[in-house]
């Protein structure tokens, strides 16, 4: 397994009764998160969390700020954006029981932010970047990519869809 390119280790005992952290990405840590979340840039990578102690783990809360540069899927121009994304996470022992094929598992909306702790530390810069993967635009849109699209001779949905032979139809004389 390869090392994260963004590591900030938190241990049980750093976190203690609480901490605030505040960790920033340097430029080549910036350029490997980019290459692995398929970014054209990353210009700043922020996390800033409250780190404490609880029953059986560690609670981190915090926010994601963000200066990203994706690829427009419909025509690959850069499309930047800024984001301030949260987190609000708890790492405990003992969490992910094994359950077999056929049992069926419910998770409660709390449970969903609940992660196994492994050992007695956590990686918040790793869950700075899992945290700023969830948050990217699954299909980033340029503001100009409809204008280029018809430049190019490609049809909107409107134009091409199921209904576009009716709407051309409509206003015609009957013959």
Do not use: Y
């Amino acid at each position: 397994m390869t090392a994260p390119e963004f590591s900030h280790i938190v241990t049980l005992a750093d976190a203690g009764q609480g901490r605030d952290v505040a960790i920033e990405a340097d430029e080549a840590a910036r350029v490997a998160i980019a290459r692995r979340l398929g970014l054209v840039a990353l210009d700043r990578f922020i996390v800033k969390a409250e780190i404490r102690a609880v029953a059986g783990g560690i609670a981190t809360r915090g926010k994601v700020d963000a200066h990203v540069v994706q690829s427009c899927a419909a025509t690959d121009l850069p499309v930047p954006a800024r984001l301030s994304e949260p987190f609000d996470l708890r790492f405990l022992r003992d969490v992910g029981a094994e359950a077999s094929a056929e049992e069926e598992i419910e998770i409660a909306d709390a449970d969903c932010d609940i992660l196994p702790l492994e050992g007695d530390r956590i990686d918040l810069g790793e869950v700075g970047v899992q945290t700023l993967s969830l948050a990217l635009a699954p299909f980033p849109r340029h503001p100009d990519a409809d204008r280029i699209l018809a430049e190019r001779g490609v049809l909107s949905e409107e134009q091409a869809g199921p209904f576009a032979a009716l709407a051309k139809l409509q206003g015609k004389p009957k013959a």
